[in-house]
Protein backbone atom coordinates (compact mmCIF):
# COMPACT_ATOMS: atom_id res chain seq x y z
CA UNK A 1 0.00 0.00 0.00
CA UNK A 2 2.88 2.49 -0.29
CA UNK A 3 2.21 5.57 -1.95
CA UNK A 4 -1.29 4.84 -1.93
CA UNK A 5 -3.49 7.35 -1.07
CA UNK A 6 -5.80 5.96 2.15
CA UNK A 7 -9.27 8.16 2.21
CA UNK A 8 -11.89 6.89 4.87
CA UNK A 9 -15.78 8.89 4.61
CA UNK A 10 -14.22 11.04 7.43
CA UNK A 11 -11.28 12.35 5.08
CA UNK A 12 -13.55 12.65 2.39
CA UNK A 13 -16.08 14.61 3.85
CA UNK A 14 -13.22 17.24 5.67
CA UNK A 15 -11.87 17.31 2.16
CA UNK A 16 -15.18 18.51 0.49
CA UNK A 17 -16.35 20.62 3.39
CA UNK A 18 -12.88 22.56 3.72
CA UNK A 19 -9.19 21.59 2.18
CA UNK A 20 -7.57 23.64 4.69
CA UNK A 21 -9.10 21.34 7.63
CA UNK A 22 -7.96 18.47 5.46
CA UNK A 23 -4.10 19.61 5.43
CA UNK A 24 -4.10 20.32 9.02
CA UNK A 25 -5.84 16.87 10.03
CA UNK A 26 -4.51 14.31 7.12
CA UNK A 27 -1.72 15.84 6.09
CA UNK A 28 0.12 17.56 8.58
CA UNK A 29 -1.70 14.83 11.30
CA UNK A 30 -2.74 17.36 13.97
CA UNK A 31 -5.62 16.70 15.90
CA UNK A 32 -7.18 19.40 18.95
CA UNK A 33 -6.73 18.04 22.59
CA UNK A 34 -10.35 18.73 23.76
CA UNK A 35 -13.06 17.26 25.48
CA UNK A 36 -16.12 15.19 23.90
CA UNK A 37 -18.46 14.26 26.22
CA UNK A 38 -20.91 12.96 22.93
CA UNK A 39 -18.26 10.96 21.44
CA UNK A 40 -17.96 8.95 24.73
CA UNK A 41 -21.96 8.80 25.11
CA UNK A 42 -22.80 7.62 21.22
CA UNK A 43 -20.20 5.09 21.93
CA UNK A 44 -21.60 3.79 25.08
CA UNK A 45 -25.12 3.87 23.42
CA UNK A 46 -23.64 1.72 20.13
CA UNK A 47 -22.07 -1.04 22.93
CA UNK A 48 -25.60 -1.05 24.36
CA UNK A 49 -27.75 -1.19 21.55
CA UNK A 50 -25.63 -4.34 19.80
CA UNK A 51 -25.84 -6.21 23.67
CA UNK A 52 -29.45 -5.68 23.43
CA UNK A 53 -29.53 -7.01 19.86
CA UNK A 54 -27.52 -9.89 21.47
CA UNK A 55 -30.49 -10.31 24.03
CA UNK A 56 -27.71 -10.19 26.52
CA UNK A 57 -29.79 -9.52 29.80
CA UNK A 58 -26.52 -7.78 31.69
CA UNK A 59 -27.16 -4.82 29.02
CA UNK A 60 -26.99 -2.09 31.62
CA UNK A 61 -23.65 -3.59 33.81
CA UNK A 62 -21.80 -3.81 30.72
CA UNK A 63 -22.83 -0.62 28.66
CA UNK A 64 -21.45 1.19 32.16
CA UNK A 65 -18.54 -0.42 32.40
CA UNK A 66 -17.53 -0.06 29.08
CA UNK A 67 -18.12 4.01 29.59
CA UNK A 68 -16.08 3.81 32.44
CA UNK A 69 -13.54 2.44 30.46
CA UNK A 70 -14.02 5.06 28.17
CA UNK A 71 -14.34 7.48 30.62
CA UNK A 72 -10.68 6.64 32.36
CA UNK A 73 -9.40 7.19 28.87
CA UNK A 74 -10.35 10.54 28.91
CA UNK A 75 -9.21 11.13 31.90
CA UNK A 76 -5.39 9.93 30.74
CA UNK A 77 -5.47 12.10 28.00
CA UNK A 78 -6.64 15.62 29.56
CA UNK A 79 -6.56 16.82 33.05
CA UNK A 80 -10.41 16.89 33.79
CA UNK A 81 -12.66 20.22 35.74
CA UNK A 82 -14.99 19.37 38.29
CA UNK A 83 -17.79 20.25 35.67
CA UNK A 84 -16.55 18.25 33.42
CA UNK A 85 -16.64 15.33 35.74
CA UNK A 86 -20.23 16.15 36.54
CA UNK A 87 -21.19 16.06 33.18
CA UNK A 88 -19.72 12.88 32.78
CA UNK A 89 -21.36 11.59 35.76
CA UNK A 90 -25.07 12.97 34.25
CA UNK A 91 -24.12 10.90 31.56
CA UNK A 92 -24.05 7.88 33.13
CA UNK A 93 -27.61 8.10 34.70
CA UNK A 94 -29.04 9.22 30.51
CA UNK A 95 -27.24 6.11 29.54
CA UNK A 96 -29.31 4.34 31.64
CA UNK A 97 -32.31 5.72 30.67
CA UNK A 98 -32.36 6.03 27.21
CA UNK A 99 -31.45 2.27 27.20
CA UNK A 100 -34.11 1.42 29.00
CA UNK A 101 -36.37 3.15 26.94
CA UNK A 102 -35.25 1.66 23.83
CA UNK A 103 -35.63 -1.86 25.16
CA UNK A 104 -39.31 -0.97 26.09
CA UNK A 105 -39.91 1.30 22.74
CA UNK A 106 -38.13 -1.68 20.53
CA UNK A 107 -38.99 -4.53 21.93
CA UNK A 108 -40.53 -5.67 18.80
CA UNK A 109 -37.45 -5.38 17.01
CA UNK A 110 -35.45 -6.76 19.23
CA UNK A 111 -37.31 -9.81 19.30
CA UNK A 112 -36.79 -10.36 15.12
CA UNK A 113 -33.68 -8.75 14.84
CA UNK A 114 -30.30 -10.53 15.38
CA UNK A 115 -27.00 -8.85 16.17
CA UNK A 116 -24.20 -10.51 13.47
CA UNK A 117 -21.25 -8.69 13.67
CA UNK A 118 -19.65 -4.75 15.00
CA UNK A 119 -16.78 -3.04 13.89
CA UNK A 120 -16.30 -4.39 11.15
CA UNK A 121 -12.86 -2.72 9.83
CA UNK A 122 -11.23 -2.81 5.96
CA UNK A 123 -9.02 -1.46 4.20
CA UNK A 124 -9.91 -1.87 0.42
CA UNK A 125 -7.84 -1.31 -2.69
CA UNK A 126 -9.82 -0.04 -5.04
CA UNK A 127 -7.53 0.33 -8.09
CA UNK A 128 -5.39 3.85 -9.12
CA UNK A 129 -3.54 3.82 -5.82
CA UNK A 130 -6.95 4.33 -3.87
CA UNK A 131 -7.28 2.64 -0.25
CA UNK A 132 -10.70 2.57 1.50
CA UNK A 133 -10.97 2.95 4.90
CA UNK A 134 -14.70 0.98 6.16
CA UNK A 135 -15.36 0.66 9.28
CA UNK A 136 -19.00 -0.81 10.16
CA UNK A 137 -20.03 -0.78 14.10
CA UNK A 138 -22.95 -3.42 13.61
CA UNK A 139 -24.84 -5.82 11.05
CA UNK A 140 -27.75 -6.89 12.22
CA UNK A 141 -29.79 -9.53 10.76
CA UNK A 142 -33.65 -9.83 9.80
CA UNK A 143 -35.60 -13.01 8.38
CA UNK A 144 -32.09 -14.18 7.31
CA UNK A 145 -31.37 -10.80 5.75
CA UNK A 146 -28.05 -8.95 6.14
CA UNK A 147 -28.42 -5.22 7.36
CA UNK A 148 -26.10 -2.42 8.32
CA UNK A 149 -27.67 -0.96 11.19
CA UNK A 150 -26.80 2.75 11.58
CA UNK A 151 -27.08 4.14 14.95
CA UNK A 152 -27.38 7.85 15.10
CA UNK A 153 -28.29 10.69 17.66
CA UNK A 154 -29.70 13.89 17.12
CA UNK A 155 -30.40 16.59 19.15
CA UNK A 156 -33.91 17.49 17.01
CA UNK A 157 -35.64 14.85 15.09
CA UNK A 158 -37.05 16.10 12.73
CA UNK A 159 -39.03 14.97 9.33
CA UNK A 160 -35.93 16.88 7.53
CA UNK A 161 -33.35 15.11 9.29
CA UNK A 162 -35.47 11.74 8.59
CA UNK A 163 -35.34 12.52 4.89
CA UNK A 164 -31.83 13.42 4.78
CA UNK A 165 -30.28 10.62 6.62
CA UNK A 166 -31.16 8.51 3.23
CA UNK A 167 -28.62 10.55 1.16
CA UNK A 168 -26.16 9.60 3.59
CA UNK A 169 -22.52 10.02 2.42
CA UNK A 170 -21.37 7.51 5.15
CA UNK A 171 -23.88 4.66 5.18
CA UNK A 172 -23.82 4.78 0.90
CA UNK A 173 -19.49 4.18 0.81
CA UNK A 174 -19.81 1.83 3.47
CA UNK A 175 -22.93 -0.54 2.09
CA UNK A 176 -21.70 -0.18 -2.02
CA UNK A 177 -17.57 -0.85 -0.98
CA UNK A 178 -18.77 -3.92 1.15
CA UNK A 179 -21.19 -5.30 -1.28
CA UNK A 180 -18.81 -4.18 -4.59
CA UNK A 181 -15.40 -6.05 -3.36
CA UNK A 182 -17.58 -8.96 -1.46
CA UNK A 183 -15.87 -7.92 2.14
CA UNK A 184 -18.57 -10.57 3.73
CA UNK A 185 -22.11 -12.37 2.46
CA UNK A 186 -24.55 -9.45 1.03
CA UNK A 187 -26.01 -6.58 2.77
CA UNK A 188 -29.49 -6.89 1.55
CA UNK A 189 -30.43 -3.20 3.29
CA UNK A 190 -29.59 -0.08 5.60
CA UNK A 191 -31.60 -0.56 9.27
CA UNK A 192 -31.73 3.51 10.30
CA UNK A 193 -31.71 4.04 13.93
CA UNK A 194 -32.08 7.61 15.44
CA UNK A 195 -32.47 8.63 19.09
CA UNK A 196 -33.02 12.16 19.82
CA UNK A 197 -30.76 13.36 22.59
CA UNK A 198 -32.67 14.21 25.91
CA UNK A 199 -33.12 17.34 26.71
CA UNK A 200 -33.88 16.96 30.63
CA UNK A 201 -32.03 16.86 33.34
CA UNK A 202 -31.67 15.25 36.66
CA UNK A 203 -32.87 17.92 39.44
CA UNK A 204 -31.79 18.90 42.41
CA UNK A 205 -32.52 16.40 45.17
CA UNK A 206 -34.03 13.94 42.52
CA UNK A 207 -32.58 10.34 42.90
CA UNK A 208 -31.08 8.08 40.37
CA UNK A 209 -34.01 5.80 40.19
CA UNK A 210 -36.39 8.61 40.15
CA UNK A 211 -34.56 10.60 36.82
CA UNK A 212 -33.91 7.38 35.04
CA UNK A 213 -37.85 6.54 35.69
CA UNK A 214 -38.70 10.21 34.55
CA UNK A 215 -36.26 9.92 31.54
CA UNK A 216 -37.87 6.47 30.08
CA UNK A 217 -41.39 8.52 30.50
CA UNK A 218 -39.98 11.52 28.51
CA UNK A 219 -38.72 8.84 26.00
CA UNK A 220 -41.88 7.20 25.54
CA UNK A 221 -43.33 10.35 24.28
CA UNK A 222 -45.20 11.94 27.29
CA UNK A 223 -45.59 15.27 25.49
CA UNK A 224 -46.60 14.05 22.24
CA UNK A 225 -43.30 13.85 19.84
CA UNK A 226 -41.39 10.76 18.52
CA UNK A 227 -37.78 10.45 20.14
CA UNK A 228 -37.53 7.16 18.45
CA UNK A 229 -37.16 6.63 14.89
CA UNK A 230 -36.45 3.39 12.63
CA UNK A 231 -36.66 2.84 8.77
CA UNK A 232 -35.84 0.07 6.40
CA UNK A 233 -34.22 0.68 2.84
CA UNK A 234 -33.26 -1.92 0.66
CA UNK A 235 -30.17 0.69 -0.54
CA UNK A 236 -28.90 4.07 0.04
CA UNK A 237 -30.13 6.36 -2.29
CA UNK A 238 -26.46 7.24 -3.88
CA UNK A 239 -25.76 4.47 -5.92
CA UNK A 240 -22.84 2.46 -6.34
CA UNK A 241 -21.42 4.65 -9.34
CA UNK A 242 -22.16 8.22 -8.16
CA UNK A 243 -20.39 6.83 -4.67
CA UNK A 244 -17.10 5.66 -6.85
CA UNK A 245 -17.23 8.63 -9.23
CA UNK A 246 -16.65 10.59 -5.71
CA UNK A 247 -14.42 8.30 -4.19
CA UNK A 248 -11.99 8.64 -7.70
CA UNK A 249 -12.87 12.68 -7.95
CA UNK A 250 -11.98 13.76 -4.56
CA UNK A 251 -8.87 11.28 -4.63
CA UNK A 252 -7.80 12.94 -8.39
CA UNK A 253 -8.18 16.09 -6.45
CA UNK A 254 -6.02 15.35 -3.43
CA UNK A 255 -3.38 14.39 -5.12
CA UNK A 256 -3.20 17.13 -7.68
CA UNK A 257 -2.38 19.87 -4.74
CA UNK A 258 1.04 19.79 -2.97
CA UNK A 259 1.02 22.94 -0.87
CA UNK A 260 -0.83 24.41 1.36
CA UNK A 261 -2.00 27.29 -0.39
CA UNK A 262 -3.70 24.43 -2.94
CA UNK A 263 -5.17 23.38 0.37
CA UNK A 264 -7.41 26.36 0.49
CA UNK A 265 -9.52 27.40 3.41
CA UNK A 266 -13.49 27.38 3.17
CA UNK A 267 -14.25 30.03 5.64
CA UNK A 268 -17.98 29.24 5.20
CA UNK A 269 -17.62 25.88 7.24
CA UNK A 270 -15.22 28.12 10.27
CA UNK A 271 -18.74 27.67 12.24
CA UNK A 272 -21.06 24.80 11.41
CA UNK A 273 -23.18 23.38 14.78
CA UNK A 274 -19.88 24.65 16.70
CA UNK A 275 -16.74 26.56 15.90
CA UNK A 276 -13.87 24.35 13.65
CA UNK A 277 -11.63 22.94 15.61
CA UNK A 278 -8.48 24.56 13.47
CA UNK A 279 -9.83 27.76 13.66
CA UNK A 280 -7.49 29.29 16.17
CA UNK A 281 -4.80 27.53 13.82
CA UNK A 282 -6.04 28.42 10.60
CA UNK A 283 -6.42 32.36 11.21
CA UNK A 284 -3.49 33.07 13.49
CA UNK A 285 -0.69 30.57 12.66
CA UNK A 286 1.00 27.89 14.80
CA UNK A 287 1.91 29.75 17.91
CA UNK A 288 3.54 28.09 20.70
CA UNK A 289 0.32 28.76 23.14
CA UNK A 290 -1.77 27.89 20.44
CA UNK A 291 0.13 24.54 19.31
CA UNK A 292 -0.40 23.46 23.18
CA UNK A 293 -3.67 22.40 22.20
CA UNK A 294 -2.88 20.42 19.61
CA UNK A 295 -1.68 16.91 19.24
CA UNK A 296 -0.35 14.17 16.75
CA UNK A 297 -3.22 11.94 15.80
CA UNK A 298 -3.11 9.05 17.50
CA UNK A 299 -2.31 10.49 20.76
CA UNK A 300 1.31 11.63 20.34
CA UNK A 301 2.32 14.94 21.83
CA UNK A 302 4.17 17.56 19.32
CA UNK A 303 7.40 17.88 20.11
CA UNK A 304 8.74 20.79 21.31
CA UNK A 305 10.40 21.46 18.05
CA UNK A 306 7.88 21.60 16.24
CA UNK A 307 5.56 24.08 18.26
CA UNK A 308 7.54 26.70 17.06
CA UNK A 309 7.27 25.75 13.62
CA UNK A 310 5.78 28.14 10.70
CA UNK A 311 3.88 25.15 9.19
CA UNK A 312 0.76 27.42 8.40
CA UNK A 313 0.05 31.04 7.28
CA UNK A 314 -2.51 33.43 8.46
CA UNK A 315 -5.68 32.98 6.07
Not at 17 to 25: E, G, I, Q, S, T
Not at 146 to 151: A, R, S, T, V, W
Amino acid sequence: MANKLFLSYSGISCFMDCKRAYWLRYVNNLERIKFMPHYIMGNAIQFGVALLYEKDPEFVKKTLKEFNRLRQKLRGEMALTGNQEQELNEQEFIIIGMLEAYKDIHKKHINILTHKHNELYEKVDIGNNIIIGIKIDNIISKKNKLFIHELKTTKTLTTDYVKNIQNDLQTAIYFNIYNKYKLGPKLNGIIYDVIQKPSIRQKQKESRHDFIIRLKDWYKGSDNTNKYYMETINEPLLTQDRIMTTIHGVAKDINNRTTIEDFYPNDRFCYVYRRCEYYDLCHEGSKPEIMANFRKRGGDKIDNKEKGKKTIKKS
